[in-house]
Structures are given as C-alpha cells and as structure tokens.
C-alpha cells in the first residue's frame, strides 16, 4: 500500500506549515527526505500530489483531497492510540447506561455530574503516578521520597501521552419492561440502573440478586447491586369516572376503562403487558413518564411507581383508588456486565451502592 500514516502526517504539516522547510522543522526531518517522501508517493499513486511550477509549490486538487481526507484517518489513527491506552487503564472510550423507565431520568444527572469530577481526578492522578515513576531510579522506587525532594519535580507535568486521556463518553439508554434487561444479554449496555428483580408477567425476567447468567459476545456474567424497593399506586385523573368510586375498585370495574401501560423496548425477548384485564381497551405509551401525563389528562387508569404518583396525588392532581389486588412492591436492581477491569463501571457502583444515593433514586429530588 502506497499510503502510510508517515506519508500523511507528512503532507499534513506541509499544507499547515506553508512550505516543505518548515514542515521538515515541525517533524524534524531534513527538507529533503520530506521531498524524496511526497515524489515516491507521487510515484507509487501515479497522481502529481503538488503543482511546481510556481515560485512556491501548491497542492493539486488531487493533492487536497488526499490531505482532507487522510487527516480524517490521521484522527481516527489517535483515537484508536488513545483507545488503545484507556483500555489498558480500566477506562473505556464510552460506557452505556440502561435507565429503566421506573426512573426518571432526573435522578441520573447529579450523579453523571460526579461521575465526570471523578473519573478526572482519578486520571490525573494516574497520570501522576506514572510520571512520578518514570522519573524515579529504579534502585530507589522502593522508598517513598520526602516531600520537597526534588524527585517529585518532574510528575508536575505529565507527559502529553498520560494527560491525553479523554473521560469516557457516556450514553444513556431507557428501556421499559424486558428491555432493560434485554440490554445487558445483548451486550447493548454495560450497567443496568433499575431494572426490576422480578419481571411480572414472565418468569424469564427474573434476576436475583447476586445472580450469575451467560451472556453473548463475551461479557462476562451478571453482577447485582439492590437499589430498593418500589411501591405502586393505582391512579387515575379527578375528573376520570373512577375517582368517585367508594370503596375497594375490583376488576370487573376496571375493565369497563381504558388502561394506559408502557410499550416493552424488549427487541429480542418476548414483550410483555402488565396489569392489563382481558377485553380493555388500552393507551400504550413509549415510557413511565408519558404513562404519567396521560393519566393526568384524563386519558385513563393504572398502576403508576408510588414515587412519581405521590406528589401529583398530594397536590390533587391524581387521585389513589384502592385496589381489590394491590401490586406487590417491585425490587430494583443495578446490574452490569463489564470486565472486572473496568474502572468506570466500578466508579458507578460504588456510587449507587451508597445509602443516600439509593435514597435519591427512589425519591426524585433527595439528592444533596
């Protein structure tokens, strides 16, 4: 192959540097490597790369679109590099979060926040270890140095190739019902925040704690964390012709209404209803959250999470009916599927293993 990432790098600080001089300065190459470089390239592509026949020499068309176009791989190239070395220090390019809908997706920002503070001083500090160990002599590594020696001078400035590590991205996904847990077996998300430990409906769906399953594409096995415990409470709007109901709601009533329910994201996994009466009409939604609007409008009946419904009910905005079968409290769980090497999943489970945080997850707006 003709094209070599030397060759690009090469014509690259020629076009940003204005002449081959001063790009042979940059890469610290004599001016005439730089080129005998570009003429064999010229040679082996069959294409005149620059036009000589001025004082100065000017790319071709041919010559800018190689240069464009090669910076993009020249990009791409450093991001592997960079991948390359994130990877060796626990911490992926990207990480990917299932949010299942019983969450809303404000609980999530406070600890993206931190997440982001975190993960940056913990990288620093990487990047200063690994200097500060460089610089120091073998024979001596063993003892720790005092402070004010002069072996800690150097770690102040870390070599470009540490302090060049970028923070993961992160990407966050909602998932609904089976989907959240569909997520993690087809390796579509790296933790689970949510998910349900028992899926009504299906015995398929259920996940203990501490529970271990094969997955595909090598990730691994199951690891649970239990956030707490979510309480149900069966809802409709003031204006809805259940709200006047006195007494315990049975089913041969409610059957008579139409039901709003949430849409299973699950793409392999059967789909799943919950909660819905043979016969009913229903309103299916995309998530929790639209579920919420629409029994707030008026448009239906259902069970909704005690801690989205609570303040509405309070304010007089949905009114509770007791239910002939209430719905047993839903465990939920944060589960992930990452190699144990993965800092970024440890960061976040230790997170949400603290009391408070699960506190905050379970009752919006807790968080300090």
Not at 161 to 176: H, M, Q
Not at 208 to 224: I, W
């Amino acid at each position: 192959m003709a094209l070599t990432l030397d060759a690009l790098e090469t014509l690259d600080a020629i076009d940003r540097r204005g002449s081959f001089a001063a790009a042979a300065e940059e890469l610290n190459r004599v001016p005439s490597a730089l080129t005998y470089a570009v003429r064999k390239l010229e040679d082996d592509l069959g294409v005149a790369l620059f036009d000589r026949s001025g004082h100065r020499a000017r790319l071709t068309a041919e010559g800018r679109a190689l240069v464009d176009e090669g910076r993009q791989l020249l990009r791409a190239a450093r991001d592997l590099e960079q991948r390359v070395r994130q990877l060796a220090r626990g911490w992926p390019v990207e990480l990917t979060l299932a949010l299942d809908s019983l969450l809303p997706i404000d609980v999530l920002l406070p600890l993206i926040e931190r997440f982001t503070a975190e993960q940056r001083a913990a990288i620093e500090a990487e990047a200063l270890a690994a200097a500060l160990a460089r610089s120091v002599p073998a024979r001596v590594r063993t003892a720790p140095p005092r402070a004010g020696s002069a072996l800690l001078a150097p770690a102040a400035a870390a070599p470009a190739a540490e302090s060049a590590l970028a923070p993961t991205r992160l990407r966050v996904l909602e998932e609904v019902l089976g989907g959240t847990r569909e997520a993690l077996l087809t390796g579509r998300a790296h933790l689970a925040i949510g998910l349900p430990a028992v899926g009504d409906g299906g015995s398929d769906l259920v996940l203990p704690p501490r529970a271990s399953a094969p997955l595909p594409r090598a990730f691994g096995n199951f690891d649970t964390l239990v956030l707490g415990e979510v309480e149900w409470l069966f809802c409709v709007a003031p204006g809805h012709a259940l709200a006047g109901h006195a007494g315990t709601l049975g089913t041969t009533e409610i059957a008579r209404h139409r039901a709003v329910a949430v849409a299973d994201s699950a793409r392999v996994l059967a789909p799943r209803s919950i909660g819905l009466l043979a016969g009913q009409d229903v309103l299916t939604l995309p998530n929790m959250q639209a579920k919420l609007r629409a029994q707030l409008a008026g448009l239906g009946c259902g069970w909704l999470p005690a801690p989205l419904a609570q303040p509405h009910v309070a304010g007089g905005r949905l009114v509770a009916l007791a239910h002939e079968a209430p719905r047993a409290p839903t465990t939920l769980l944060a589960a992930w599927a990452a190699p144990a090497r993965c800092k970024a999943v440890a960061l976040w489970t230790r997170m949400l293993a603290e009391p408070a945080v699960q506190r905050a997850l379970l009752a919006p707006g807790a968080l300090p």
